[in-house]
């Protein structure tokens, strides 16, 4: 009885520190990924703001993804944030590796509001909407995902002429 006391209690312990870091990552995710951000009004005057995801966060994402609820995942999904959407989209793929999914999770962002996201932690130069930029990470391995499908050469070209078209309407609007 005495072990599995200790055992309960070891990993109640183990989950609260899961959570806590989970927390904490967020909220480190949240102001780092619009600290020194760059902004850029549309034709409506409205402002977008190009939010960054840089690769040595990496290993807080990789966490993330393997410690969100579908719940958490939703929530990040509906958040302005840019990165914390591509964070669960990845998430989302992840558990669910399969080219139909991916399409379908990429039809979505194309026909959704244009959000702006920056690769590089130090420049503008790497800017890009998400649909464009999860278009870049299921086509190829990369750090945060790694697809188990490939994308034919005719598909990643019908997409990019999708994304370019509805960035385009977007910015006329």
């Given amino acids: 009885m ?3 006391i200790l055992i309960v209690f070891v990993l109640v312990s183990m989950l609260a520190h899961s959570q806590k ?3 904490s990552i967020l909220e480190e995710l949240k102001s780092e990924t619009i600290s020194g951000s760059i902004r850029f009004p549309n034709k409506t005057g409205s402002t977008k703001i190009v939010y960054k995801i840089c690769e040595e966060w990496s290993e807080n994402i ?3 993804k393997t410690h969100i609820t579908d719940y958490e995942i939703e929530e990040l999904e509906k958040n ?3 990165t ?3 964070i669960a989209l990845v998430s989302k793929l992840e558990r669910k590796n399969e080219k139909e ?3 379908e999770i990429l039809n979505t962002l ?3 509001e244009v959000k702006y996201i920056s690769t590089g932690c130090y420049d503008a130069i790497s800017t890009m909407s998400i649909a464009y930029y999860f278009l870049f990470l299921i086509s190829d391995s990369y750090l945060i995902f790694k697809p188990k499908f490939e994308l034919s050469k005719e598909e990643k070209q019908d997409f990019e002429n999708r994304i370019l078209i509805a960035e385009r ?3 006329r609007d």
């Fill in 110 to 112: 194309i026909e959704t």
């Fill in 80 to 82: 302005e944030n840019a």
């Fill in 62 to 64: 990789e966490f993330l």
């Fill in 169 to 171: 309407e977007y910015l």
């Fill in 101 to 103: 999914y991916a399409i």
């Fill in 2 to 4: 005495r072990n599995l």
């Fill in 21 to 23: 870091d989970k927390e």
């Fill in 84 to 86: 914390l959407n591509v």
